[in-house]
């Protein structure tokens, strides 16, 4: 070993404490960050170099522990937990203000006729099967047959979805019809996320023992990360509600009257505002290394733990984004 940072830092957890939400939330916002998809190809790689390179017992010379954490957090920021590839740029947690801000922005300018609506709309939930299958769980491939059929499953009812009800809108009380665009996200969401990390179901994520020792595929744990997933989303489709409400208010203030110009940048702002705090509150609902009882997986995978593992009552996965 090199240098004097010792060897007996654990950064293949979190640095916070994972078993409170203060603690998760801490380690989203360091994840999430937008200002992670301005770093450049060779700040990413300098990252996982120094991650990967410190797993294995080697220290860069003069590298801090502060400067350990940091690349340990660019690293969590940009490379799949799993399968360690480097994820898609649109598809990181650390974009979601950025590229939720611009399709709000496209959303509020181009609203007039039907085609544009469906047309953003369909931009919207592309943009959410990308952050699904970049964010999804275990380290199955996947053939580009099935991601396709997914796609177009996953965006096609999801638009249909949130356009339906947004329809609704026209036939109930105005109060009522303004909580229509936080449904129509929060639905979408429960139909975009199931569709594009079907495989998930299908075939099981990988479950392990406290120390990451890798036991089995498990369907069922699959099943409750997606119920976990599902939900943080619907708390991130709160920005929309905000920004319904704030379009109410600006009737009723001297900004819409004398600078009706600044309504839709207003608007973006609040959305950008509402994520860059709803994104890593939202995703520290629950522990990203989630965990159940070995008596909830299915009776095959029970039985094979027992034998091999009398010892062990509960397993962890990563329940993905």
């Known amino acids: 070993m090199s240098g004097d940072l010792p060897l007996n830092i654990n950064i293949k957890e979190p640095r916070w404490d994972q078993g409170t939400f203060m603690g998760r939330a801490q380690h989203f916002f360091m994840v999430t960050d937008p200002r992670n998809v301005l770093l450049s190809s060779e700040v990413l790689e300098d990252a996982r170099v120094t991650v990967e390179n410190y797993r294995l017992g080697i220290v860069k010379p003069g590298l801090t522990e502060d400067e350990l954490w940091r690349a340990k957090y660019i690293y969590d920021s940009a490379f799949h937990p799993d399968t360690g590839e480097k994820m898609l740029l649109v598809g990181r947690m650390s974009a979601q203000v ?4 611009t399709i709000t922005g496209c959303m509020l300018t181009f609203y007039r006729t039907t085609p544009a609506v469906v047309f953003w709309q369909w931009v919207n939930q592309s943009f959410n099967a990308i952050v699904n299958y970049t ?7 996947i053939t580009m ?6 796609y177009v499953s996953a965006t096609t009812g999801a638009v249909v979805t949130a356009l339906g009800l947004k329809s609704l809108a026209k036939h109930l009380p105005p109060i009522m019809g303004r909580f229509v665009p936080f449904a129509a996200v929060a639905a979408a969401n429960c139909i975009n996320i199931p569709f594009m990390r079907q495989r998930e179901l299908k075939c099981g994520i990988p479950v392990t023992d406290a120390e990451g020792k890798r036991l089995g595929e498990s369907s069922k744990a699959a ?3 997606i ?7 619907i708390g991130m489709a709160v920005p929309a509600m905000g920004k319904t409400c704030f379009k109410l208010l600006l009737k009723n203030v001297f900004i819409s009257q004398r600078f009706p110009v600044l309504n839709a940048p207003v608007q973006v702002g609040l959305v950008g505002l509402c994520l860059v705090f ?10 990203q290394k989630s965990s159940m009882k070995v ?3 299915e009776p095959e995978l ?6 091999s593992n009398p010892n062990i009552t509960t397993v962890y996965f990563n329940k993905g984004l």
């Open 145 to 150: 047959n099935q991601l396709g059929a997914a």
């Open 227 to 233: 119920v976990q997933v599902v939900v943080s989303r």
């Open 135 to 141: 964010n999804r769980s275990g380290d199955a491939a």
């Open 98 to 101: 950025p590229m939720n801000m």
């Open 302 to 307: 029970q039985e094979n733990i027992r034998q």
């Open 278 to 287: 709803a994104t890593p509150l939202c995703c520290a609902l629950f522990p």
């Open 223 to 225: 099943q409750q990360a």
């Open 295 to 297: 008596s909830s997986l």
